[in-house]
T-cell receptor
Framework: AQKITQTQPGMFVQEKEAVTLDCTYD???????LFWYKQPSSGEMIFLIY??????QNATEGRYSLNFQKARKSANLVISASQLGDSAMYFC??????????????FGTGTRLQVFP | EAGVAQSPRYKIIEKRQSVAFWCNPI?????LYWYQQILGQGPKLLIQ????????DSQLPKDRFSAERLKGVDSTLKIQPAKLEDSAVYLC?????????????FGPGTRLTVL
């Protein structure tokens, strides 16, 4: 069975500093994808970054980068130069291949990030 | 480009009442998902549509939950009768296999409170 683990229930970081949010996964499927979403207190899930299992380079998207270590089955999110607006819940998710070549996401339990001045 | 729309944003009902949620996906997205997110947990898939057909409803409590996607665009999720444990945020998402590695984009959610 596929599984996503986020071991940090909460993290604190000072503004302008970098922070790493941990995510490990377990799958026997050789083709998979890993996603990070941000969920502010308003409730919407905002897509941040994606990494495919066959991608050779770590994904980057602005201040977000994904530290993908396939052998260790980890896909940690790195946020550089933290801003107060980064305070939110962050979810790691793994794509599980379903019928008709569509995808189902399996989510972790999330990490609450708080950025302080 | 307009995002995924959901309504209502908030709903409070008493147990045993019925409730319905509406979702309009991103234009052109063939796949639509309904997730349930209980407080303190990650979202859990309830049902997945490909156009107007159900692809996966294995985790939908079919004795009380139902969903439809007429004409392959808008979708409605219904709960009848509601139980206390149905209190959660109901998230709708959509994706396109031809775009963005099939990334799922979410709406703002409907926060349901069952009293």
């Amino acid at each position: 069975a596929q599984k996503i683990t986020q071991t940090q229930p909460g993290m604190f970081v000072q503004e302008k500093e970098a922070v790493t949010l941990d995510c490990t996964y377990d799958t026997s499927d050789p083709s998979y994808g890993l996603f990070w979403y941000k969920q502010p207190s308003s409730g919407e899930m905002i897509f941040l970054i994606y990494q495919g299992s066959y991608d050779q380079q770590n994904a980057t998207e602005g201040r977000y980068s994904l530290n993908f270590q396939k052998a260790r089955k980890s896909a940690n999110l790195v946020i550089s130069a933290s801003q107060l607006g980064d305070s939110a819940m962050y979810f790691c998710a793994m794509r599980e291949r379903g019928f008709y070549n569509t995808d189902k996401l399996i989510f972790g339990t999330g990490t609450r990030l708080q950025v302080f001045p | 480009e307009a995002g995924v729309a959901q309504s209502p944003r908030y709903k409070i009902i008493e147990k045993r009442q019925s409730v319905a949620f509406w979702c309009n996906p991103i234009s052109g997205h063939a796949t639509l998902y309904w997730y349930q997110q209980i407080l303190g947990q990650g979202p859990k898939l309830l049902i997945q549509f490909q156009n107007n057909g159900v692809v996966d409803d294995s985790q939908l409590p079919k004795d009380r939950f139902s969903a439809e996607r007429l004409k392959g665009v808008d979708s409605t999720l219904k709960i009848q009768p509601a139980k206390l444990e149905d209190s959660a945020v109901y998230l709708c998402a959509s994706s396109s296999p031809k775009q963005d590695a099939d990334t799922q984009y979410f709406g703002p959610g409907t926060r349901l409170t069952v009293l």
